[in-house]
């Protein structure tokens, strides 16, 4: 194993040994751009470095100071001399850039000899001793862990005393005492004399880097942005010549962006320093001046620059992130990575690119990650106007968007103000069904319990509505009208403002942005919907869903859920009639009613589908669901406030008791209730041939399917096909066309995977529901795993990502795999598709494409990321 590489010789295609930083500096080396000299340290001596309890490896020194000397020559300077000192970098680099969150020292090499040489020999004592104060500084800090403050504060006095208000208006005295009382610090700190030899210095450098990787910033970084060992393991170090920004008023150092990161304009962009140092820019020490001032300010550097940005850009074929210094009019770059740029910005800039032939259509694709396309999909927070405003609370953002309104925390209230076109933002502890109306007419929803999967999430998630559940600092007063967090008071009626793509709660209206659906964003749509396999279909339960479905794209509805055509408010009522019917006449006379409803339901969606096919499952919760939970329902009987009538709400308590479950998941539900109240499903299945019948009739091209769920065994489905023949042939008959209504199953259960061979004789499609199967093939329920130990799953390195966020490939996904292959054994251009949560998560999208699934159905506010994504796991496959 080689532990160094100079930039000349490094392979800088292999980021993960070198790191981003020193693969970047080999490169622009290798491009003859001016880069000063320099090698790197791989990650895997800092992986060793940790193998070894900290301890640098035996021979690390010796090829340290080789490379040293190798330096020496290319520059003419000399290491540790008092005449021409050779002052070098210690950078942190590892193979994702983490911006700030380790650790670099510069002006490594001076001590009480070698500043005298350097004000020698550039005839400037005053930038000498600048140096010589910020390195001592920067390696007090990054080696010794002295607290920044104390060496601000002898700055600031020594400012103070000499009348100045900027560094770089200090004198050369005031330096040398500043160095003094540095030294100082340290030697209080440590009780050691500050080491003078550069060797020693380098040594400690390249342990405090090694170190900061493993530095509590650096880890809970990590963590926060997925930054997983085999993306990146190990920091490498880059050790390289200063160049000197604070050599006077023909110095600065600076950053740019190729293009606008905000917008992507075609516009380099950034700021820059004059006489200072890297760490000023970064550190906001003196505020930059922007960019283009460098083209009056020294035009012929600005020129260099420009001609860089270009060469860089067209040879990374990315926009660039850019580190520059100007030494006394001498041009060098010490840095460049692809520059992060938001959603809007990627979007814009993969067209203009190729527009340019600087990349092509896939690579335009596949630069995009999908996940980061949400954020144009939805209402966003104006970020220019978030200062005005107060931040009461957060909690966990389970749907994203902002939104605001007045707060109300009465579910009737909420349904009434809305009606009358008040804007609410309907406040709750937790939601039930019984409350969905009142989610119809928020503009978004806040709760104090509950976390991603709770009802309120899921819901919201499915309505495109902004939502934020497990809110714990928000104490709610539903008597009072109230609710409390950090000592802000939010009465009913006081405006608020949530973000659900963060979680935070503000106090006020915050004005928002809508999303933004651009031109250069639906030719990014167009060229992802050309290169993609797999279909997209949406999870979309209403017509307006369905509607915008088709407007980002979707190419059918693969799980359209009847329940949620019951939770409009002038449904939940009689669905709930439906429920407390004692007798089956009594229960089928509602059923008729509630049967008209969906018929005009499906006439609505299927239409707004034209040309696509439309998946409807039938009735799939427990009937409990409907209902008010007991605990409630005795509050309400016990201090009986609201006069109903105590009879009436008894008799609901009963029933509720009746279909209280042990375990909901696993209980009366799905096909189950369909075997044992048959009058509901085939009141489903009527609805849908009604439906169809009609339209048919007036030649409308539609493609409905009936979908089971909860399907465990051949017989439980051929039971309820027997329904859907009798009903079939009695709609054709009574309606006298041929109806065409494909029959299928979900895959949820672990019973369906396994004897896919046997229900694929009846089925005509199969759709996964992986959510559920996820629950079955961990035996872990949701609600339970996600609020109590899956976080901790996670800390513990347990799991890398949540089985419920992202298909778990080694279960889950192999127990699909036998399922798939199962059925296509028997029909071989079956149609299997998946409709979990999981359809708009871009990695699941990435096996349903290897595992040659049909289609995903995602939220409608999820298709464009999928489609993108769908695109990308094509592209990658070739
Ligand atoms: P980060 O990863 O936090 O950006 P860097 O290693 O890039 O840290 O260093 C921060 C800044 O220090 C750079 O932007 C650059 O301005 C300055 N710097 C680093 N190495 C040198 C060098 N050899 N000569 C001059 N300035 C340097
Ligand atoms: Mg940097
Ligand atoms: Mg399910």
New binding site residues.
């Given amino acids: 194993m080689k532990a160094t590489y100079a930039f000349e010789d490094a392979n800088s295609k292999n980021r993960v040994l070198l790191g981003g930083?020193g693969a970047g500096l080999s490169e622009m080396t290798k491009l003859k751009l001016p880069v000063?000299p320099g090698f790197t340290i791989t990650t895997e001596v800092c992986n060793k470095y940790y193998e070894n309890r900290k301890q640098l490896p035996k021979n690390l020194m010796s090829e340290v100071i080789k490379n040293i000397s190798k330096i020496e020559k290319k520059t003419g300077k000399k290491w540790n001399s008092g005449d021409n000192p050779l002052l070098v970098?210690v950078?942190?680099?590892a193979a994702i850039s983490m911006?700030?969150m380790m650790d670099?020292i510069?002006n490594l090499g001076l001590n009480d000899q070698t500043v005298l040489g350097l004000a020698k020999i550039t005839n400037n004592p005053r930038f000498a001793w600048d140096s010589y104060r910020r390195f001592i500084q920067l390696f007090g800090k990054v080696v010794f862990g002295v607290n920044d403050e104390k060496f601000d504060s002898v700055l600031k006095m020594s400012k103070k005393k000499q009348g100045v208000a900027d560094d770089s208006k200090l004198n050369v005295d005031s330096l040398k005492k500043i160095v003094a009382k540095y030294k100082k610090i340290c030697e209080d700190h440590t009780k050691q004399k500050f080491p003078t030899a550069p060797n020693e210095q380098v040594q400690l450098a390249i342990d405090a880097v090694f170190r900061s990787w493993m530095g509590e910033r650096a880890v809970i970084y990590r963590e926060k942005n997925n930054i997983t060992k085999d993306i990146a393991n190990g920091t490498a170090v880059n050790i390289?010549?200063?160049?000197f920004g604070n050599m006077g008023n023909d110095s600065a150092?600076g950053v740019v962006f190729t293009r606008n990161g905000h917008n992507g304009i075609k516009e380099i962009e950034g700021e820059y320093l004059v006489n200072a140092?890297?760490?000023d820019v970064?550190a906001g020490v003196r505020t930059g001046k922007d960019i283009p001032k460098l083209q009056k300010e020294m035009p012929k550097s600005y020129k260099e620059l420009f001609i860089t940005c270009k060469k860089l850009e067209k040879h990374f074929k990315e926009p660039q992130d850019i580190?520059f210094?100007i030494e006394q009019g001498k041009f060098y770059l010490?840095?460049t990575r692809t520059a992060k740029m938001s959603a809007f910005a990627l979007i814009k800039t993969s067209v203009d690119m190729v527009k340019e032939k600087l990349i092509d259509k896939n690579r335009a694709l596949s630069r995009i990650p999908a996940q980061q396309l949400e954020a144009l999909l939805h209402n966003t927070i104006d970020q220019s106007k978030i200062k005005d405003f107060k931040q009461v609370a957060k909690g966990i953002a389970a749907s994203p968007g902002a939104a605001s309104g007045v707060a109300v925390f009465d579910v009737k209230k909420a349904i009434t103000m809305g009606e009358n076109n008040t804007k609410v933002i309907l406040i709750r502890i937790e939601t039930k069904p019984e409350d969905v109306p009142a989610f119809f007419s928020s503009e978004g929803i806040l709760t104090s319990l509950g976390g991603k999967s709770s009802h309120a999430a899921i819901v919201s998630r499915g309505m495109g509505k902004p939502c934020i559940v497990g809110c714990s600092e928000l104490k709610v007063d539903y008597e009072k009208r109230k609710c409390i967090a950090n000592g802000v008071t939010i009465l009913e009626g006081d405006a608020i403002t949530i973000d659900g793509s963060t979680g935070t709660v503000y106090a006020g209206i915050i004005p928002t942005v809508a999303p933004q659906v651009t031109k250069d964003f639906k030719t990014i749509l167009t060229w992802a919907q050309k290169t993609k396999r797999l279909g997209i279909r949406a999870n979309a339960d209403t017509p307006d869903a369905a509607k915008l479905a088709r407007k980002y794209g979707a190419e059918g509805i693969g799980l359209c859920r009847t329940e949620r055509m019951f939770n409009a408010d002038d449904r939940l009522a009689i669905f709930v009639d439906m429920i407390m019917a004692k007798k089956i006449n009594q229960r089928k006379n509602i059923l008729k009613k509630l049967g008209m409803l969906q018929k005009s339901d499906f006439i609505k969606i299927l239409k707004a589908m034209e040309g696509y096919k439309v998946t409807i499952r039938l009735l799939d919760p427990p009937l409990n669901e409907f209902l008010p939970n007991p605990e409630e329902l005795i509050d309400k009987i016990y201090k009986n406030k609201n006069n109903e009538k105590l009879s009436d709400l008894k008799k609901v308590l009963e029933r509720a008791k009746e279909l209280a479950e042990v375990n909901p998941m696993m209980g009366h539900r799905g096909v189950r209730l369909g075997i044992t109240y048959p009058e509901i499903y085939e009141m489903q299945i009527r609805a849908v041939f009604e439906a169809t019948a009609e339209l048919v009739k007036k030649k409308a091209n539609i493609k409905p399917q009936i979908m089971i769920p909860q399907i465990s065994s051949i017989s439980e489905l051929n039971h309820i096909k027997k329904i859907y023949d009798v009903i079939k042939s009695e709609m054709e008959k009574k309606h006298k066309v041929k109806l065409e209504i494909n029959f299928g199953t979900m895959l949820e259960v672990v019973r369906a995977c396994l004897t896919s061979d046997e229900l694929v004789k009846t089925a005509e499609f199969f759709s996964f529901g992986t959510n559920d199967l996820t629950q079955a093939v961990f035996s872990f329920s949701r609600e339970d795993a996600e609020g109590k130990f899956l976080p901790e799953y996670m800390e513990k390195d347990l799991l890398e990502t949540s089985p419920f966020q992202s298909i778990d490939k080694n279960g889950v996904g192999d127990l699909m795999k036998i399922a798939i292959s199962q059925g296509r054994a028997h029909k071989k251009d079956l149609e299997i598709g998946i409709c979990g949560e999981h359809g708009g998560d871009p990695n699941s999208i990435k096996f349903c494409h290897s595992a040659n699934i049909s289609y995903v159905s995602a939220s409608p506010h999820r298709i464009p990321i999928a489609i993108v994504a769908a695109a990308q796991a094509a592209i990658n496959q070739k």
């Avoid at 390289?240 to 160049?243: F, G, L």
């Fill in positions: 930083k000063p970098s950078r942190s680099g911006p700030g670099t510069l390289q010549t200063m160049v150092t140092q890297g760490e970064v580190e210094t010490l840095q």
